[in-house]
């Protein structure tokens, strides 16, 4: 691993969170919540964690219903999917296959998601265009 394996993934989140925001209110906290639902399955058709990929893909798909209505229950359900992570880093299959490293990245990609997640998931562009209006810089 080298220092591309760790920026490489936050800027994953990074563009994850510059496409969502595109999405209005209030279809983009639905996005999330079927996006989150389906990361919490992902690691299913590996199943190299026999049962607990089941148990984990209910917890998190609880989480992301909860989180149709309450943004903090999203970030908890990307932060629940960080720690599986590392544990199929350390322990299991990676999320590809084909790319042994794969869950390290997902580990460093979901807390950027959380983090945005918590903070309400507000659309990047509403700020670009606040400042903008402020500082007559932007239009």
């Known amino acids: 691993m ?3 394996s760790v920026v490489a993934p936050v800027v994953v989140g990074l563009v994850y969170i510059a496409v969502v925001s595109v999405v209005p209110e209030p279809g983009r906290q639905k996005v999330n919540a079927v996006v989150l639902a389906g990361a919490g399955a992902a690691y299913i058709s590996g199943g190299s964690l026999g049962l607990w990929e089941l148990t984990f893909t209910t917890v998190v798909t609880f989480c992301a219903y909860r989180g149709l209505t309450t943004y903090a229950w999203l970030g908890v359900g990307w932060l629940l999917h960080t ?5 199929h880093h350390l322990r299991g299959d990676p999320i590809i296959p084909e790319l042994q490293h794969s869950s390290f990245g997902c580990a460093i990609c979901d ?3 959380a983090a945005w997640m918590f903070l ?3 659309s ?3 700020f670009r265009s606040a400042a903008g209006r402020s ?3 932007l239009r």
Do not use: H, L
Request: hydrophobic letters at 55%.
């Open 124 to 126: 990047i562009y509403r």
């Open 120 to 122: 309400g998931a507000p």
């Open 2 to 4: 080298n220092v591309v």
């Open 135 to 137: 500082s007559g810089v």
């Open 83 to 87: 720690a599986w992570d590392v544990v």
């Open 111 to 113: 807390p950027v998601i």
